[in-house]
């Protein structure tokens, strides 16, 4: 998983190769950093009340599927998702960083084992809560958590199989994209919270949280980040420098408005509750 943090071993001519590894390391330690700060407000937030009061230290969280009187399963469900999510969130980015996989293999295995199988929890748990509780957005979040579930459960197996069979290339491959899957949740708090900030919520009904523009994040939150990573794969395989001057300017373009997000939502919503 440290192809894309290092942008190693890629051909390409010059200025063009330098520029696409440069622009690739920004964008890494920025989601990185948002993932962290977003890691602290979880422990912070969440643990605590759920650590003393188990289950029913869901009552005084903010969630959209919350607790509820009487359902046993589905208030584990929202535990697991929440708790789940710390693992998820702090050791995604750890697994892309290439000193940790050459300096701490074994640290390496075991945290993308507990990745893998805390992503396969969470995704179960939040297919299983948005068709039996419901979520904010209507049917367009249904079917964009719904979706992004299915991806998560397919990229993890497609993973472990390569692993499995030592196909490090393809497997650091599938890792990369469940990775970009799995973070959807901050993706998503990182792209609206930016776009309120630069727009004023233009499309976004705050009292139904509807409206065409969280339509669009609920399946963008994902398949955009995807769609880069594809583009970054596509820069390694057949460069061309016009290219991966294409891919530098979209990706910071996309970074810039990513680091407007981390500080909307880290003022706006983390670290306040910290």
């Known amino acids: 998983m440290s192809e894309l943090a290092l942008a190693s071993g890629m051909p390409g001519t010059g200025l063009a190769k330098k520029a696409v590894t440069i622009t690739t390391r920004t964008w890494f330690v920025a989601a990185a950093l ?16 759920i650590a003393t009061q188990g289950l029913d230290g869901l009552r005084g969280l903010h969630l ?28 995604g980015p750890l697994q892309l960083v290439p000193a940790i996989r050459t300096r701490f293999p074994a640290f390496h295995r075991w945290l993308g084992r507990s990745y893998l199988v805390a992503a396969v929890l969470s995704a179960v748990a939040g297919l299983y809560m948005v068709w039996t509780r419901g979520t904010v957005g209507g049917l367009a979040g249904h079917l964009g958590i719904s979706l992004d579930g299915v991806l998560i459960l397919v990229f993890a197996v497609l993973a472990l199989r390569d692993a499995m069979a030592r196909r490090i290339r393809q497997h650091r491959r ?37 409206g065409p523009f969280l339509t669009f994040l609920g399946f963008a939150q994902y398949l955009l980040p995807l ?17 991966q001057w294409l891919y530098v300017v979209t990706l910071a373009c996309l970074t810039g408005y990513m680091c407007v997000g981390i500080f909307a939502a880290a003022m706006g919503l983390w670290l306040p509750r910290l």
């Open 34 to 49: 948002g993932h962290w700060i977003f890691l602290a407000y979880i422990l912070a937030v969440f643990f605590p009340p």
């Open 64 to 91: 959209p599927a919350g607790f509820r009187e009487g359902e046993f399963l589905g208030n584990l469900a929202a535990a697991s998702h929440v708790l789940l999510a710390a693992i998820i969130i702090g050791g």
């Open 174 to 210: 599938w890792a990369l994209r469940l990775f970009m899957v799995a973070s959807a949740v901050w993706f998503f708090r990182v792209g609206l919270m930016g776009w309120v900030m630069l727009t004023g919520g233009v499309g976004v009904e705050f009292k139904t949280f509807t």
């Open 227 to 243: 769609a880069m990573l594809e583009w970054y794969f596509r820069c390694q395989a057949r460069p061309s420098g016009a290219g």
